[in-house]
């Protein structure tokens, strides 16, 4: 940059010594952020339902419980086991005579029945979908 002011020359008549004041220059460079759009987008997210159908088979189990009194004595405990599908659990007890004997009281029996139902539903189920469209904003 240049100024306008030409150095002065400060002296005075009685004074030999010269004496110069030279002005100095300074340039400063000012930035500035702007933001510009160019271009903006449109997003829609909609939530839809669907009717799907359900067919399925349910099993569902059943147990029935059996007291089978038994009553007669035997050699050796028996173990628990099972029969045409039904468990067998022994139930024993001692009785105290001249010889100990094991004394089979009952058998609990657990049998299993099992039965098979349609099941049969419509239900509704939601789902998304996105859908975006560009709009140009550009100058």
Do not use: C
Not at 21 to 27: H, S
Not at 71 to 91: F, L
Request: hydrophobic fraction near 30%.
């Amino acid at each position: 940059m240049s100024s306008d002011k030409q150095p002065e020359i400060n002296s005075t008549p009685n004074e030999q010594s010269e004496e110069f004041i030279i002005p100095l220059a300074e340039e400063r460079v000012e930035i500035e952020k702007k933001q510009v759009v160019k271009s903006q987008f449109h997003i829609e997210r909609k939530t839809e339902t669907k009717k799907v159908d359900i067919n399925e088979k349910l099993i569902s189990r059943q147990a029935e419980i059996k007291h089978v009194p038994i009553g007669q004595y035997i050699s050796e405990i028996p173990q628990i086991r099972e029969e045409n599908g039904v468990k067998i659990i022994p139930i024993f007890e001692e009785h105290i005579e001249i010889v100990k004997k094991i004394y089979l009281k009952e058998e609990i029996r657990i049998e299993s029945h099992e039965s098979v139902n349609h099941f049969k539903s419509e239900e509704t189920l939601k789902y998304q979908t996105v859908s975006q469209k560009r709009i140009s904003t550009d100058k």
